[in-house]
């Protein structure tokens, strides 16, 4: 029970502290383009302590929960409605007293600061791959019995397995590395095995039958569906360097291969979407398996962030920036009534969203049928 609370605690800091940097973007540009911002905050809630800085005004606070944080700009105050800000603000650019608030920006420049955050996270990414190659070393060729991420629905997570789970032995014979589990089971489709393993401080023992493994894997071969946990081997500098940018660019894909599954096949690929919930699920098992997979994951929630923030969406840094791109087009604002209530709106639709999300998330956790 501690440990597991242990993991909790250490999931929301890395989040919290991706949350922050991605504001922490918003407030660089921000300050660069001379806006007053009101108010940086670490956390979310009822402020517990605060320094106000007499040379900017800023209020840099700490909130009482734990989790985010946020960038309050002068403009985007939320003490009026959307559209009563946007419209006295959007006045202001014709007057001299008024050129710290954002909405008094030009364009690009408000342009600029919405889409700083996501940038944050997309360096912080880069950022994280490095420290992590340097500090615990890189993905190699070898790999360990240990089981990883389950696949929904296969023998593996029938049989009772679960993420973390060291295979010491397969039909009585000892295991000792991963090349060697992973030959076996592929060796063995529609047969039978006996599977000794440890979990937890305890020792059972499982049978599982491997089927045939799934394209894009050679179908002739048994799966039963995780792949082991690579080995973390040290590297130099200069290999860390590749390796990050590697690494990088293999979240980019995997990242944007699945969102575009989850646009061409909804249905099929719906049920697959995590919330803080799933997220929280899998960081507590990668924690597991070492600070080299931690921070990879580490790393491809905060590029997940950066991406989900950029999509057009209502309430979120990609909805703002649409609206702006389309002033640019426009050669005016949009009718800031009318801005105001896509963003109601959106936000009101985008909550809902991601408490059905949750909750069907917790529903897969209770049935046994997450892939942790």
């Not at 959307?82 to 342009?111: C, G, I, V, Y």
């Not at 599982?208 to 039963?224: F, L």
């Not at 989850?262 to 719906?270: A, C, D, E, Q």
């Not at 991601?354 to 998330?361: G, K, Q, W």
Request: glycine content about 10%.
């Amino acid at each position: 029970m501690i440990l597991s609370f242990e993991k909790i605690v250490l999931f929301l800091v890395v989040l919290s502290v991706l949350v922050v940097l991605h504001e922490l973007g918003h407030f660089v540009l921000a300050r660069l383009n001379r806006v007053r911002v009101l108010e940086f905050a670490v956390g979310m809630g009822p402020l517990v302590a605060g320094y106000r800085s007499k040379s900017t005004g800023t209020l840099y606070s700490l909130r009482a929960l734990p989790i985010g944080g946020f960038c309050a700009m002068y403009g985007e105050d939320n003490k009026s409605s959307e559209a009563e800000q946007q419209r006295e603000f959007r006045d202001a650019r014709r007057s001299t007293l008024e050129q710290d608030n954002f909405q008094a920006k030009d364009p690009w420049r408000r342009l600029a600061i919405v889409a700083a955050g996501p940038i944050a996270n997309f360096l912080l990414t880069l950022l994280i791959l490095f420290v992590g190659a340097v500090a615990f070393g890189v993905q190699s060729d070898r790999v360990q019995p240990l089981v990883g991420p389950l696949t929904p629905n296969m023998p593996a997570q029938r049989a009772g397995l679960h993420a973390g789970d060291r295979i010491l032995s397969v039909n009585g014979r000892p295991i000792i590395d991963g090349l060697q589990l992973v030959t076996i089971i592929h060796r063995s489709p529609h047969k039978r095995l006996s599977l000794r393993y440890a979990h937890g401080g305890s020792i059972s023992e499982v049978a599982v039958t491997p089927v045939n493994c799934p394209p894009p894997e050679k179908t002739s071969y048994g799966c039963i569906g995780f792949a082991p946990v690579a080995v973390f081997a040290r590297v130099g500098f200069g290999e860390a360097v590749s390796a990050s940018v590697q690494s990088f660019a293999l979240i980019a894909q995997q990242t944007f291969g699945s969102l575009a599954l989850l646009v061409s096949h909804p249905v099929k690929y719906g049920g697959q979407v995590s919330g803080v919930v799933g997220m929280g699920q899998a960081a507590m098992a990668i924690q597991d398996f070492g600070w080299g997979p931690y921070l990879f994951f580490a790393a491809l929630i905060s590029f997940a962030l950066g991406v989900f923030n950029l999509l057009p969406l209502p309430a979120l840094d990609g909805g703002r920036a649409a609206f702006i791109v389309a002033e640019v087009v426009r050669g005016k604002p949009v009718d800031p009534e009318k801005e105001a209530l896509v963003h109601i709106t959106g936000f009101a639709v985008l909550i809902a969203l991601m408490l059905v999300i949750n909750f069907y998330n917790v529903v897969q956790i209770t049935q046994g049928k997450g892939p942790f």
